[in-house]
């Protein structure tokens, strides 16, 4: 009986270790030591049948041990610790597999940040890039979009001072919302909708400030690109692009200066909370929209007369003063998406598809000659929570 228990034991023991041997193979690992992580990328156009494809690479040891020739460029001062490299090719994966040929690490996309399309790319199309990033395995959905006016390379070699390289920084900057911020899945999205427009952040390096001061560290104005049916036909100011925001629902952070109705001086406003709402409605064959914006804000600074601490009415034109600013700004960006550029980069088109699916699915095909002629109107809602502790200019004495 012991004997027979001992074999049962052993041929047990055999199995196990068999299959643990099985369990422990690493034949198809890939070391951090043997990849290129990318952390951004620059699509421009090269000629009318070829593109460049540049990539910004992390280097995970001291910029000193950089070397620096004509093919192998670092993208900044002392504490830079990437550095960017480029090729040619008729497509992303044409060029990709040439810059392969240029590196000794295998280039690696699960650590790309942002993905930024020159303008030359953007207007003549960006469809199969896009169909390449949605493909491809390594690519991330999270990635952030941007359009930059000129070669996107210049964005990637920018020089940074606050964070390691300038995919961090743009990273940085769409998770603040303070600008349009829209990943890789967004744009996917947006150009397979029912309005097939979308809208990308649009950059413009500036000069230097002065030759004293010639810092060009993350020195970019922010405006929005405009696509419809994957190509760029135009752009949104800075200005305008705030209103765009309020439209989308996408606007987080935001100081708001107006001057109020018969005073002089200026009030700031923080936006605490900011709601958007649309209300679609089809009666008698005509589209309408109902714009509702509700936002929570904080008196920031007063150089007006108004005494926000204690007088409720100087509260009420302070925010009557919002209400104005905010829809001027909405009613800008409408006016420029329906008249100039009519595409539909707010998602009336979902709005309406989700309220009304039969008439939707009737007109569908109209909605290029529908948009434009949609009725909006605007109701803006500001409230003013906290007006401050003190009102100084109000109670110093003539």
């Known amino acids: 009986m012991i004997i027979r228990s001992f074999g049962h ?46 990539v910004q690479i992390f280097v995970p040891r001291g910029s000193s041990n950089i070397s620096m020739d004509s093919g192998l460029k670092g993208s900044g001062g002392g504490s830079q610790s990437s550095y960017v490299k480029s090729a040619f090719g008729i497509n992303l994966a044409d060029a990709l597999s040439h810059l392969q040929e240029k590196l000794p690490r295998k280039l690696f996309w699960g650590h790309a940040e942002v993905i930024i399309f020159g303008e030359a790319v953007a207007r003549s199309g960006i469809r199969d890039d896009l169909d390449y990033f949605m493909r491809a395995p390594q690519p991330r959905e999270r990635a952030y979009m941007y359009v930059s006016k000129g ?8 020089n940074t001072k606050l964070e390691r390289n300038t995919a961090e920084s743009l990273r940085e900057i769409s998770k603040s919302k303070l600008t349009l911020s829209v990943t890789l899945a967004d744009l996917a999205q947006m150009l397979g909708g029912g309005s097939r427009a979308a809208a990308l952040p649009y950059m413009e390096l500036t000069a230097p400030l002065s030759s004293n001061n010639p810092d060009k560290s993350e020195s970019f104005i922010n405006a929005t690109a405009v696509f419809k049916n994957d190509k760029m036909i135009g752009k949104i100011d800075d200005s305008t692009t705030r209103g765009a925001l309020w439209l989308r629902n996408e606007i987080k952070q935001a100081v708001v200066t107006v001057v109020p109705e018969n005073t002089e001086g200026t009030v700031s406003a923080n936006l605490i909370k900011s709601k958007t709402t649309l209300e679609p409605i089809i009666e008698n064959g005509k ?16 150089t007006t007369e108004l005494n926000l601490v204690e007088d409720s009415n ?19 960006a409408l006016d420029k998406a329906q008249h100039d550029l009519q595409a539909d980069i707010f998602g009336f088109a979902g709005e309406f598809h989700r309220a009304y699916p039969k008439e939707w699915k009737k007109n569908q095909q109209r909605w290029d000659e529908l948009f434009p002629t949609v009725e909006v109107a605007i109701h803006s809602d500001a409230k003013m929570l906290r007006p401050g502790l003190s009102s100084i200019r109000a109670t110093q004495p003539e």
Do not use: F
């Open 287 to 302: 589209w309408r929209m109902n714009v509702w914006i509700h936002t929570e804000d904080d008196a920031l600074q007063n």
């Open 151 to 158: 070669e996107a390379r210049n964005i990637l070699e920018l």
């Open 9 to 54: 034991t052993m041929r047990l023991s055999w199995g196990l270790g068999l299959l643990a041997l099985l369990l422990t193979g690493c034949w198809d690992r890939n070391e951090v030591n043997d990849l290129a992580l990318i952390t951004g990328a620059a699509i421009d156009k090269h000629d009318n049948k070829t593109i460049e494809l540049t």
């Open 314 to 332: 100087a509260v009420k034109t302070v925010e009557k003063a919002l209400n104005a600013d905010i829809e001027n700004r909405v009613r800008s």
